[in-house]
């Protein structure tokens, strides 16, 4: 069975970082598109970053480009998402994909779903 477990998130000061990480079993991250996704209070669910894990790949909203950064590890079967320099509007739960073609970053172009981790950036 397809499981993905998210973990990584807390409270965070604005200006700081953390890394989530999303480890996959019942299948391999290779030839798979692995997003992250969040959704905030009151707010739609919106595509953050996504990568191919055949062939590297990636993709970022424009929020969050050159601030976070997708990265994958094959062997352990695990995608991270560094975030750094997180803002307030940050402020979510985080959700990993999984995506049986290239990556996009639309929500319902996805399979199977993380429980989510929280990620919370206040002073």
């Known amino acids: 069975q397809v499981q993905l477990v998210e973990s990584g998130g807390g409270l965070v000061q604005p200006g700081g970082s953390l890394r989530l990480s999303c480890a996959a079993s019942?299948?391999?991250?290779?030839?798979?598109?692995i997003g992250w996704f969040r959704q905030a209070p009151g707010k739609e669910r919106e595509g953050v970053s996504c990568?191919?894990?055949?062939?590297?790949?990636?993709d970022y909203a424009r929020s969050v480009n050159g601030r976070f950064t997708i990265s994958r590890d094959n062997a352990k079967n695990t995608v991270y998402l560094q975030m750094n320099s997180l803002k307030p509007e940050d402020t979510a739960v985080y959700y990993c994909?999984?995506?049986?073609?290239?990556?996009?970053?639309?929500?319902?172009?996805?399979?199977?779903w993380g429980q989510g981790t929280q990620v919370t950036v206040s002073s």
């Open positions: 994909a999984v995506r049986l073609r290239v990556c996009v970053l639309s929500p319902g172009e996805y399979d199977y």
């Open positions: 019942g299948f391999t991250l290779d030839y798979y598109g």
């Open positions: 990568i191919s894990s055949g062939d590297g790949s990636t």
